[in-house]
């Protein structure tokens, strides 16, 4: 990677270019030859309004750019398809009302203004000047301490992220981590039911308890056990839910006790309304 004396070349980069610049930085060019690609990229940082304008919808670079510091662009743009996906699939087939695509800007939208902000914070730290390398040590010296630590891998790699969908169980909005469960099926992954891209109710409490007929032909209804901590990133453990509604994403939509009338709202909310019997 090389930083161009000036921005603002538009024309495609070639190995001559990437040559000259070696040789201005290192006084060689080690024989550089064959590249597989050559690319040019800056720090902007851009992100777009609206992530839906009827039907219009962003995701991926099209809804936010910014300097590739900490790879987490791919991420954060993949992430933004998959909360977007079973959305948009619930709409066209009609079991869910048009504005069910709101949800996708209010959540996505803080996450990407916050990939922003620290990519902006890296690029600063990398700036080559006494007081900003004072900063970068200082940086240094508290991502060597366990917790903030913890706090910035848990940001960088996108799984502390954190849906507003009320207060609750610490569980509500974040994403479900990938137990071992005991299942009546043997042992399974939590993951490995969310391989049909349908969403997973988890029921830890009584097998057989629980009774979501109006929505059976759209969730799964698993009765499973967990022996171990419920172990979240950055959180660390929490308290044993008694049953789980999973979104085909994998984000935790409702956390509760499933023979309450709570679920019934949940179902209705993340997939619509119950079919009539
Ligand atoms: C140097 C560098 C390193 C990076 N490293 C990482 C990393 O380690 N991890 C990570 O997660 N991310 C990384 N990223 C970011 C990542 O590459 C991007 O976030 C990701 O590629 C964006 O994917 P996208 O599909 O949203 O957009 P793009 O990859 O830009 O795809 C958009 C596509 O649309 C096409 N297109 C544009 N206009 C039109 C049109 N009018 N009609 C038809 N097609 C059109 C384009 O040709 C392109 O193929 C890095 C980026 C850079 C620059």
Redesign the pocket.
């Known amino acids: 990677?090389l930083t161009e004396q000036h921005v603002g070349a538009t024309a495609e980069p070639t190995l001559r270019d990437l040559s000259d610049a070696l040789i201005t930085v290192y006084g060689t060019d080690y024989g550089v030859h064959s590249p597989t690609s050559i690319?040019r990229?800056t720090d902007m940082t851009r992100q777009a309004a609206a992530y839906r304008d009827r039907r219009v919808l962003l995701?991926?670079?099209?809804?936010h750019?910014h300097a590739?510091d900490?790879?987490?662009?791919?991420?954060?743009?993949?992430q933004?398809a998959v909360n977007l996906g079973w959305k948009l699939a619930q709409v066209v087939n009609e079991t869910s009302p048009e504005s069910f695509l709101d949800t996708y800007h209010a959540e996505r939208h803080p996450v990407g203004a916050r990939v922003l902000r620290n990519t902006m914070a890296q690029v600063a730290l990398r700036r080559p000047d006494d007081r900003i390398k004072a900063l970068r040590d200082t940086m240094s010296e508290l991502l060597s301490m366990d917790e903030p630590r913890r706090r910035f891998a848990a940001m960088m790699s996108n799984l502390d992220i954190h849906y507003d969908l009320g207060d609750g169980h610490p569980l509500l909005g974040r994403r479900m981590p990938d137990l071992d469960l005991v299942t009546a099926n043997g042992p399974l992954r939590v993951f490995t039911l969310l391989h049909d891209g349908r969403p997973v109710l988890l029921n830890f409490g009584e097998a057989g308890g629980v009774d979501i007929t109006p929505w059976a032909d759209r969730v799964q209804l698993i009765d499973a056990e967990h022996v171990g901590t419920w172990e979240l990133p950055a959180l660390g453990a929490v308290t044993a839910p008694t049953a789980v509604l999973i979104r085909p994403d994998g984000y935790v939509a409702w956390v509760g006790d499933p023979t309450q009338l709570g679920l019934a709202d949940a179902l209705t909310t993340w997939l619509g309304p119950p079919t009539a019997a």
């Open positions: 990677m690319s990229f995701a991926g670079d099209a809804a750019v590739p900490g790879g987490q662009g791919l991420n954060t743009g993949v933004d």
